[in-house]
């Protein structure tokens, strides 16, 4: 079955969720770190803080990684594939070093994230939609990255 109706309105309304607040963005970025600490060294507002330090720059980046994952699922509701917007993510991901565990690190630490800010609106349900939003995405930065 293609991505539902249900799936993307499951996937906006934790977006809408996760902008609301710039903690979360913060809770994003310690998650990635606790799991892959050298990760730190490779984010250039973060390289040079202790620990991760609140930045307008750091807002803009979790939320556009964020943002890119729910218009992922707007692309594979309405047409069933996803097509990379910006041609040079694959390019300035080679470039920091970004390897292929990497991606399930930030899809885990995505997942947490949702899990913590949508208390009980969280469901498997919501988890899974953005799981396949996620992969889909995944595979596209992957590809251009090949
Ligand atoms: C840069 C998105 C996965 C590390 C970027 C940029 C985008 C982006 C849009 C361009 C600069 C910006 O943030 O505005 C994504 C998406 C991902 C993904 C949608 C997954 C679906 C990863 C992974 C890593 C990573 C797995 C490694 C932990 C970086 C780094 C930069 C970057 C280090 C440069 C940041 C800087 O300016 O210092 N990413 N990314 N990304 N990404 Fe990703
Ligand atoms: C991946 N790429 C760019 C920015 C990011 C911010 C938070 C989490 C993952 C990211």
Known sequence: ??????QEALVNSSWELFKQNPGNSV?????????APTAKGMFSFLKDSAGVVDSPKLQAHAEKVFGMVRDSAVQLRASGEI????????AIHIQKGV?????VVVKEAL???IKEISGD????ELS?????????????I???MS
């Open 128 to 140: 899974a939609a953005w799981e396949v939003a996620y992969e889909g995405l995944a595979v596209a």
């Open 121 to 124: 609106k969280w469901s498997e």
């Open 111 to 113: 997942l947490e994230t």
């Open 83 to 90: 097509v990379l917007g910006d041609a040079t993510l694959g």
């Open 142 to 144: 992957k590809k251009a």
């Open 27 to 35: 809770l994003f970025y310690t998650i990635i770190l606790k799991k």
């Open 99 to 103: 390897l292929d565990p990497h991606f």
């Open 1 to 6: 079955m293609g991505f539902t109706e249900k």
